[in-house]
């Protein structure tokens, strides 16, 4: 099968690409690296033309109230231009619980998106992950102040950014979902337990308090963000990932 990874060179992209064509496939990855505008629509067109499927995997820029017109726009320009070039199947990566994060912009957008591509006219898979592990150290930089990081108590369920690759390029090969599929790690705990973890594993001077309106996260109810029911567990453990 032929994939056209749109946000193919990012974090998750990058990994998505290898690991399809490994299997034999090929991904050919985009991005505005590669000439590809997701907003302006430059390049979209000659991006998925002869993909059997498209995998999008871009991102707001910003976790702000902008962030729902980038999805809106983003997803309406490739959409329009996979149907037209025939694209039988259309992948996204989503937030496990963003629908139930009312009361941040980043997560309605994370919906509207999801809710777009639903609402299409093309066959697609929805995949929701929790947080991934690679972004530990930037909730952290967001709260510290000196050598204090304060951080809330909100439950996550953290999962490496390999496994979260792992199951976007096997759900994208396979028949769509018309659905979601929902991933984390195998292992909850509170942010703020997750922070000493983390420094304890680094040479690092700072030191966590406990503040349950620090951050972003402080605004997230219960363990909203971690996965129920029969969702998939990753293997990667948050403090073998550390080491």
Known sequence: MKFAVIGGTGLIGSQVVRKLNAGGHEAVPHSPSTGVDVITGQGVKEAVTGADAVINLTNSPTFDDASPAF??????????????????????????????VTNLAYYRAKVLQEDILKAGPIPYSIVRA???????????SWTTEGDTVRLPTTPLQPIAAQDVSDTVAEVAAGTPLNGTLNVGGPDVRPLDELGRITLNARTDGRTVVTDDTAGMFAAVDGDVLTTHGD?????????????
Do not use: C
């Not at 592990?133 to 930037?138: V, Y």
């Open 71 to 100: 999805f809106q726009t983003s997803m309406d320009n490739l959409l329009a231009a996979a149907q037209k070039a025939g694209v039988g199947h259309f992948v996204i990566l989503s937030v496990v619980g963003g629908d139930q």
């Open 130 to 140: 929790t947080q991934f592990m690679e972004f530990m150290g930037a909730v952290m």
């Open 231 to 243: 969702a998939r567990i990753a293997p990667t453990h948050y403090t073998d990932w550390l080491t």
